[in-house]
Every structure is written in C-alpha cells, then in structure tokens.
C-alpha cells in the first residue's frame, strides 16, 4: 500500500469528501452474485498465487498476497466516474484491514499503487457497454486482463472473451484462450452445483488447467483420500495377517 496514504490522512479525507463510492441500490441479480462469489471465494480457499517473475523476496516461502472481491468500484482519477466490475483481482496488494474507512471502500488505483490485474464483468443485458465503452475504460486504466462473461449469449455467439494488454500502449487484444498467464490462472466453463445452484459456472483453474476448489471441495477431495487412505491400510493389514497365518501354519 502507498505510504503516503498513511502519513497524510487528512489529504486523503480531503481528497475523497465529495467521491461516491457507493449507492446502496441493488444492481445484480441472485445468479450474478452466486457467480461472483464462485470467482472469488476459492481464490482464498485454495489458490496461491505463483511469484513474480525476477523478483528477489527475503521470504521466498511467504505467501503471495492479492485482493479478490466483487462489485467494488475502481476509480482511476478523483474526478472520473469509477467502473464497477463484477469481480476483480489484484495481486502483491493488501487487504484493507479497516474497511469502514472512505479510502479502502473502493479501489482507487493511485492508493493501492496499480491497477487491479484482471477484471470480470458479467453480461445480464444489452445495455452494459461491456464491448465498447467499458472495454476501452479499462484499457485506459491499464488492467492486465479483461473478462466479458456472456452466458445467455446478449452480446455476441461468444460466451467467454478473455482481453490482454497489448505491447503498444494501453489497447487490448483478444486472447484465443482463456489463459491469463502474467497471474498464473486459467479460465473454464464448468457444469455442476454451487450452492445448491445447478448449471454452467465460470470457474479459476491453475496454470496447469486444474480446477481451483471451493472451500467445500477441498475438504470433500480430503475426505476422500482419507477414506481411501483408510482402506489401503486395511487391504495391507489384512494381507499381512493372512500371510502372518501361512507362516505359522507351515512352522
């Protein structure tokens, strides 16, 4: 985090006295937030993200940190308008410890230090701007990676578009995967049950194309091998016995 915003509070409430950083109106439907919260909860359940390149750390073992969360606007200047994006991640930044502060309730790019890494915006209507208007914005802004989740199709034939960065200034390019490689994650369409909602999720996978679990899901998977661990040692307990057995008949 800045050290500027700690040593000058009072420039900081100047600054944000007339910035809004919230409303309080209800703007997502019930799928939309089960959505967002399947994009960010298994991030702090089970991801870690990979080091940064050529980065000497005198902690090499200490876990990278990162910022997940949904519908939280991002401001790039005071005087502009913020985007709200469904969802967004920004890595080697830290959890606001005291959310109750103006300053830490909305992402303003020059407190925290960069723009966030990825953001996901997830189509509900026609009217979002999500192709033209906001993919320039956040080009603008210099956000790494770009997601417009269409799962009704409102926009275009294309469920999923991942935008990248491009190398000549701040325009992006489409990605002809999912892959958003500079935060070592995958994107995939995975069918099946979150929260008691069945259907096709937008789901995280690794570097290597594993899925990143829920919370729930890691503790099942663990379950499961405890079970088969279980019956493995039984198996040898009884073949061990039943060869204890032979041996001493044969004495």
Known sequence: ????????????????????????????????????RLLVTP?????????????HTDEPDAKRKFLATANV????????????PDMLLSLDVETPYDWEAKVHRSYFIWHFGKPPDVVVEIVSNKEGH????????YAQMDVTYYVVYDPQQLLSNDVLRVYERGFAGRRYRRRQDYQLPEVGLNLTLWEGTYEDGTGVWLRWCDANGNLIPTGAE??????????????????LRAELEQLRKQLESRA
Do not use: C, H
């Open 1 to 36: 985090m800045s050290t500027a915003a700690s040593e000058s509070p009072f420039d900081w409430e100047q600054l944000l006295a007339n910035i809004i950083t919230e409303d309080d109106e209800p703007v997502d439907n019930m799928t939309s937030a089960t959505q967002q």
């Open 43 to 55: 991030l702090y359940d089970s991801w870690t993200p990979p080091p940064p390149e050529d980065e």
């Open 73 to 84: 606007g991002v401001f790039s200047k005071p005087e502009n308008n913020p985007l709200v």
């Open 130 to 137: 999500e192709l033209d208007t906001k993919l320039k914005r």
């Open 218 to 235: 890691g503790r099942e998977a663990e379950a499961a091998r405890a079970t088969q661990a279980e019956a493995e040692n039984a198996r």
